[in-house]
């Protein structure tokens, strides 16, 4: 029986196919093949009337893709919709069923948290169907952020400098926005701290017999000092074995922060990566995928791999080394289908694979093994000590640790150090005397802006959007210069202040932190089958189409900003003007006056340069183009009926994977087409 499996990516293809072995072949839609359609009113390729009927189409240029797929379905007796297990994935699952006109008696859907081979075995001898409850949550979301998305977009161009809204990627620059505001109207207030210094070691001011202390100037600051002696009585020595317990395996949200904060990657970047490792690499005798999914809300492990882990444990480290299983607390929007992030096998040592993973790999899937190897380690141990001295009713505190026991820092310190500060031998009772005091003063300091770590916690605390899209959600409020990133902190661009401040205007009750994150549980219930994707809609359409009509009618427009030129046409002001291709100067007169006027790009004296014959179409030539900001792209003359452009030099070949144009990046020669991973 011939068998058919359908996957994601190419790099997962060729893994699984070595798995399977004969019988199979294994093939990649590249990611989505289907999306909703612009057509039907508003343009939202959703009938609104018509309980949210979806028309969906082939994403640009998957059409030929599709067809081919489809011929090369009819050939085989069975077919595995083997896509990634999530919603998204689901989803495609679903589309290529629809679009391949697979029967139900054809098909089975087939899902694996990690591309090894006893798994990818063990789920297809376990195969079962599409799980609709997990598409129509799929395509509700999508439903949701196509509405938001066009409705709010066109508003803004319409009313502001923005060019977009959407569901979550506004609410995450109001954050950035909100901060900025408090960050402004912050007044920073004085204080002054008092240490005393001795011989060995130095101890700060903290109280005035029982109560707090808080210096507001230097005259209060002189005053106390004036009032000490050089005299200081240890008045207590408290001595406290403490335990210091690792943190949990990796949930994308927390690989993205730690992987910002540690390794210095952008989510964006940290998600490609992981993505690689997911679906698998060559190692000296196999390919293999090295970590488990890397879409996950949950910390947990597989019983199986726990008992790996142990016996690795007790064998590398000692018995001592070996630890418990953590459990995390409960929190709202999990979906725990799948496992933490985790290495496919802790005997996959990052040494052990270095030699074949690049740098950036190796750094990556090194944070992923060793943060979950520490989670099922032993707790460290820290002797700490906290000495008070009094000096005239005034208390000084000193203190110090020793790190006795490293436990899971014996493999984790890399990441997470614990500096040991030796004291003296200091008893209750001994006096001390100083050698110098010293007064310094400090200004409390504004909330600081978020870096992309601390968004990606906030988001994920308040339940906003899903971690997965959140690397998204960054790139896209930055291409929008909605943010820009200023010593590793975002900053809201005047843009950025302006469209926040008229969704706020007319939006607040949607656009807002709670109304976003009961979205998402929402979304979780329908997911779940718990309710009526339909009712949903109409309840959420209701609203907010409302709020959009009275947002058009009543929202002021933004007056178009003043040149300081005069139109040579009429002699009305000239001012700035958007369109979808970016800022232009323009009479203000129009549409009475409908001078322009022409900005100087050298477009004019642009010496276009024929590289060959275009290999999509056969009859026009690749040529170097201009856009109209002067930037130079590669494109094909038989425009517009052949559509072949790149940024990258043009090898004049076809990808034999997905037949886009080859292209030479730095040296590389790989697929002009994002979503195709082939190089060679």
Same mark, same amino acid.
């Given at each position: 029986?011939?068998?058919?499996?359908?996957?994601?990516?190419?790099?997962?293809?060729?893994?699984?196919?070595?798995?399977?072995?004969?019988?199979?072949?294994?093939?990649?839609?590249?990611?989505?093949?289907?999306?909703?359609?612009?057509?039907?009113?508003?343009?939202?390729?959703?009938?609104?009337?018509?309980?949210?009927?979806?028309?969906?189409?082939?994403?640009?240029?998957?059409?030929?893709?599709?067809?081919?797929?489809?011929?090369?379905?009819?050939?085989?007796?069975?077919?595995?919709?083997?896509?990634?297990?999530?919603?998204?994935?689901?989803?495609?699952?679903?589309?290529?069923?629809?679009?391949?006109?697979?029967?139900?008696?054809?098909?089975?859907?087939?899902?694996?948290?990690?591309?090894?081979?006893?798994?990818?075995?063990?789920?297809?001898?376990?195969?079962?169907?599409?799980?609709?409850?997990?598409?129509?949550?799929?395509?509700?979301?999508?439903?949701?952020?196509?509405?938001?998305?066009?409705?709010?977009?066109?508003?803004?161009?319409?009313?502001?400098?923005?060019?977009?809204?959407?569901?979550?990627?506004?609410?995450?620059?109001?954050?950035?926005?909100?901060?900025?505001?408090?960050?402004?109207?912050?007044?920073?207030?004085?204080?002054?701290?008092?240490?005393?210094?001795?011989?060995?070691?130095?101890?700060?001011?903290?109280?005035?017999?029982?109560?707090?202390?808080?210096?507001?100037?230097?005259?209060?600051?002189?005053?106390?000092?004036?009032?000490?002696?050089?005299?200081?009585?240890?008045?207590?020595?408290?001595?406290?074995?403490?335990?210091?317990?690792?943190?949990?395996?990796?949930?994308?949200?927390?690989?993205?922060?730690?992987?910002?904060?540690?390794?210095?990657?952008?989510?964006?970047?940290?998600?490609?990566?992981?993505?690689?490792?997911?679906?698998?690499?060559?190692?000296?005798?196999?390919?293999?995928?090295?970590?488990? *999914?890397?879409?996950?809300?949950?910390?947990?492990?597989?019983?199986?791999?726990?008992?790996?882990?142990?016996?690795?444990?007790?064998?590398?480290?000692?018995?001592?080394?070996?630890?418990?299983?953590?459990?995390?607390?409960?929190?709202?929007?999990?979906?725990?289908?799948?496992?933490?992030?985790?290495?496919?096998?802790? *005997?996959?040592?990052?040494?052990?694979?270095?030699?074949?993973?690049?740098?950036?790999?190796?750094?990556?899937?090194?944070?992923?093994?060793?943060?979950?190897?520490?989670?099922?380690?032993?707790?460290?141990?820290?002797?700490?000590?906290?000495?008070?001295?009094?000096?005239?009713?005034?208390?000084?505190?000193?203190?110090?640790?020793?790190?006795?026991?490293?436990?899971?820092?014996?493999?984790?310190?890399?990441?997470?150090?614990?500096?040991?500060?030796?004291?003296?031998?200091?008893?209750?009772?001994?006096?001390?005397?100083?050698?110098?005091?010293?007064?310094?003063?400090?200004?409390?300091?504004?909330?600081?802006?978020?870096?992309?770590?601390?968004?990606?916690?906030?988001?994920?605390?308040?339940?906003?959007?899903?971690?997965?899209?959140?690397?998204?959600?960054?790139?896209?409020?930055?291409?929008?210069?909605?943010?820009?990133?200023?010593?590793?902190?975002?900053?809201?661009?005047?843009?950025?202040?302006?469209?926040?401040?008229?969704?706020?205007?007319?939006?607040?009750?949607?656009?807002?932190?709670?109304?976003?994150?009961?979205?998402?549980?929402?979304?979780?219930?329908?997911?779940?089958?718990?309710?009526?994707?339909?009712?949903?809609?109409t309840e959420f359409w209701n609203k907010f189409e409302a709020l959009v009509e009275k947002g058009f009618k009543d929202l002021p427009k933004k007056e178009a900003e003043k040149t300081g030129e005069i139109?040579?046409?009429?002699?009305?002001?000239?001012?700035?003007?958007?369109?979808?291709?970016?800022?232009?100067?323009?009479?203000?007169?129009?549409?009475?006056?409908?001078?322009?006027?022409?900005?100087?790009?050298?477009?004019?004296?642009?010496?276009?340069?024929?590289?060959?014959?275009?290999?999509?179409?056969?009859?026009?030539?690749?040529?170097?183009?201009?856009?109209?900001?002067?930037?130079?792209?590669?494109?094909?003359?038989?425009?517009?009926?052949?559509?072949?452009?790149?940024?990258?030099?043009?090898?004049?070949?076809?990808?034999?994977?997905?037949?886009?144009?080859?292209?030479?990046?730095?040296?590389?020669?790989?697929?002009?087409?994002?979503?195709?991973?082939?190089?060679?």
């Amino acid at each position: 029986m011939n068998k058919l499996v359908i996957v994601e990516s190419p790099s997962k293809s060729r893994t699984i196919e070595k798995y399977l072995g004969s019988g199979y072949k294994v093939t990649a839609s590249m990611g989505h093949i289907m999306d909703l359609a612009t057509s039907g009113k508003f343009g939202l390729g959703v009938d609104v009337e018509n309980n949210f009927k979806p028309s969906y189409e082939p994403i640009k240029g998957k059409k030929t893709f599709i067809n081919d797929l489809k011929k090369l379905s009819k050939n085989y007796d069975v077919i595995y919709l083997a896509t990634d297990p999530d919603r998204e994935g689901e989803a495609i699952s679903w589309h290529l069923k629809e679009a391949l006109n697979i029967n139900d008696d054809k098909y089975y859907r087939v899902t694996f948290h990690e591309v090894t081979k006893d798994k990818i075995k063990e789920a297809f001898d376990n195969p079962g169907k599409i799980n609709f409850d997990l598409v129509k949550s799929q395509e509700t979301r999508r439903i949701l952020d196509r509405i938001i998305g066009f409705r709010l977009s066109k508003l803004m161009q319409a009313k502001t400098s923005g060019v977009s809204a959407g569901r979550v990627q506004s609410v995450a620059v109001k954050l950035i926005v909100d901060r900025e505001r408090e960050i402004l109207a912050f007044i920073p207030e004085e204080y002054w701290t008092i240490t005393s210094i001795f011989k060995d070691f130095e101890a700060k001011l903290f109280k005035y017999k029982k109560d707090d202390l808080t210096i507001p100037n230097e005259e209060e600051a002189d005053k106390i000092i004036s009032k000490l002696s050089s005299d200081y009585k240890v008045e207590s020595v408290e001595k406290k074995t403490r335990k210091r317990s690792a943190k949990l395996p990796f949930t994308t949200s927390s690989l993205q922060q730690e992987s910002s904060n540690k390794l210095n990657f952008a989510a964006k970047r940290t998600m490609k990566i992981a993505q690689t490792l997911y679906e698998g690499v060559n190692l000296k005798n196999e390919r293999v995928g090295l970590i488990t *999914y890397m879409r996950s809300d949950s910390t947990r492990l597989s019983d199986s791999f726990i008992e790996e882990a142990n016996s690795y444990i007790l064998k590398t480290y000692g018995d001592t080394y070996k630890g418990y299983v953590k459990k995390e607390k409960a929190k709202e929007n999990v979906q725990d289908a799948h496992e933490g992030i985790r290495p496919t096998s802790i *005997y996959r040592t990052p040494e052990s694979v270095k030699e074949y993973l690049t740098d950036e790999e190796f750094k990556l899937y090194e944070l992923i093994y060793y943060r979950t190897l520490a989670s099922l380690m032993a707790d460290a141990k820290i002797d700490g000590t906290t000495i008070i001295f009094d000096n005239n009713d005034y208390k000084f505190k000193l203190t110090g640790q020793v790190l006795i026991f490293d436990g899971y820092l014996k493999v984790y310190s890399k990441y997470e150090t614990s500096e040991d500060k030796i004291l003296p031998d200091i008893k209750e009772g001994e006096v001390y005397q100083n050698i110098d005091i010293e007064k310094v003063q400090h200004f409390t300091e504004p909330p600081a802006r978020y870096t992309e770590a601390k968004l990606i916690k906030e988001l994920e605390e308040l339940g906003i959007g899903r971690p997965s899209t959140y690397a998204t959600i960054i790139s896209t409020i930055q291409d929008r210069k909605y943010v820009v990133i200023e010593k590793k902190n975002f900053k809201p661009t005047e843009i950025g202040f302006e469209v926040t401040d008229m969704l706020q205007e007319g939006f607040s009750e949607i656009i807002n932190v709670k109304y976003t994150a009961n979205m998402e549980t929402d979304l979780d219930k329908i997911a779940d089958g718990k309710e009526d994707n339909i009712k949903f809609l109409t309840e959420f359409w209701n609203k907010f189409e409302a709020l959009v009509e009275k947002g058009f009618k009543d929202l002021p427009k933004k007056e178009a900003e003043k040149t300081g030129e005069i139109c040579p046409d009429c002699g009305s002001d000239l001012v700035k003007r958007k369109s979808k291709y970016g800022f232009f100067t323009a009479c203000s007169n129009y549409p009475n006056c409908k001078y322009i006027k022409k900005e100087n790009t050298d477009t004019d004296n642009f010496q276009s340069e024929t590289i060959g014959k275009c290999p999509i179409c056969k009859k026009g030539d690749i040529v170097t183009k201009k856009t109209r900001t002067g930037k130079i792209f590669y494109g094909c003359t038989n425009y517009p009926k052949c559509k072949a452009a790149t940024w990258d030099l043009p090898t004049l070949n076809l990808c034999p994977k997905c037949k886009s144009l080859l292209v030479n990046k730095e040296g590389t020669i790989k697929c002009s087409n994002i979503k195709c991973d082939y190089q060679e």
